[in-house]
């Protein structure tokens, strides 16, 4: 039974991670360690699947994939295994009626394994008996299924080494800095998974944050290590979350970054937040 090996190794392979990020998620949402000190919260994403509903015939699920290939679920879950051993150490999949309109998706997980990367999840909509088709993917996004069928997505693995290194972050001693921003919520409605939009709150706060990061003392980079302690990194988060969750608009992300960042490397930093931003898109499907 994989079950528990699948467990043992996602819960040390991405605890750090997820475990973050699960903090930030209605206390509804997350499991949390009981009274010793020594249990581990078991991470939300995979509860989903160890508690989600299978299929028995996983050969007779035909899958239409984004290429428009047809697929079953069974050779789907094989071909993100190991070639060698055949094998799918960590490929899982679980059935869910996200919407509530008595369908059920099937959703499929995987790690690709790597450092600091990653997590796979791919999402079908039911469309008739033992048919599914593809409807979206997200990848290296540390993606926490909460209890409401919501996806928080977190951006910190795909911008975790703009300018900085991966476990570095901008701190502030002022005690008045920013707030953190690093993720966007989605929900499966209408047979697609689509980004919760913005409030009027969430926007002023983004803001601010780039008021007083764009206010700090600047910190010029070493050409051989190109590396700060944190602040362009909080900068691209912040101005990732406003793209997704604002409408997309490219200009208007461009037009607020040249407006808080005025530093001498400004045009090198936003074609480096540009260029991570092409690859999310072209990694991600949603």
């Keep these: 039974m994989r079950i528990p090996f699948l467990s043992i190794c996602f819960s040390l392979l991405f605890l750090f991670g997820h475990y973050q990020l699960a903090a930030q998620v209605e206390t509804d949402s997350v499991m949390y360690a009981?009274?010793?000190?020594?249990?581990?919260?078991?991470?939300?994403?995979?509860?989903?699947?160890?508690?989600?509903?299978?299929?028995?015939?996983?050969?007779?699920?035909?899958?239409?994939?984004?290429?428009?290939k047809n697929r079953s679920l069974a050779a789907f879950l094989k071909s993100l295994g190991n070639e060698e051993l055949g094998e799918t150490v960590y490929a899982d999949h679980a059935l869910a009626d996200l919407d509530n309109d008595g369908r059920k998706e099937l959703l499929i997980y995987n790690y690709t394994g790597g450092a600091h990367c990653c997590d796979e999840l791919y999402l079908f909509k039911n469309t008739g008996t033992n048919k599914y088709q593809q409807v979206a993917k997200l990848f290296a996004?540390?993606?926490?299924?909460?209890?409401?069928?919501?996806?928080?997505?977190?951006?910190?693995?795909?911008?975790?080494?703009?300018?900085?290194?991966?476990?570095?972050?901008?701190?502030?001693?002022?005690?008045?800095?920013?707030?953190?921003?690093?993720?966007?919520?989605?929900?499966?409605?209408?047979?697609?998974?689509?980004?919760?939009?913005?409030?009027?709150?969430?926007?002023?706060?983004?803001?601010?944050?780039?008021?007083?990061?764009?206010a700090v003392t600047y910190q010029p980079l070493d050409d051989d290590i190109a590396q700060d302690d944190g602040l362009r990194k909080e900068i691209a988060l912040n101005l990732v979350v406003y793209y997704y969750t604002f409408g997309r608009n490219l200009t208007d992300t461009r037009q607020l970054f040249f407006k808080y960042y005025k530093y001498p490397d400004a045009a090198k930093v936003w074609a480096g937040f540009n260029r991570q931003l092409r690859y999310i898109q072209e990694q991600n499907f949603f």
Excluded at 36 to 58: R, Y
Excluded at 161 to 166: L, Q, R, S, V
């Design 34 to 68: 009981r009274d010793s000190a020594l249990d581990v919260p078991t991470d939300p994403t995979i509860l989903f699947f160890q508690e989600g509903e299978k299929t028995k015939t996983p050969g007779k699920l035909m899958l239409l994939m984004k290429d428009k």
């Design 141 to 214: 996004g540390n993606t926490i299924i909460a209890k409401d069928r919501s996806f928080i997505y977190d951006f910190h693995e795909q911008y975790g080494y703009f300018f900085t290194c991966f476990a570095c972050g901008y701190e502030d001693t002022t005690g008045n800095g920013p707030m953190s921003v690093s993720g966007i919520t989605l929900r499966f409605r209408a047979g697609k998974l689509q980004v919760l939009p913005g409030t009027k709150a969430e926007k002023a706060t983004i803001l601010e944050n780039l008021a007083k990061l764009g």
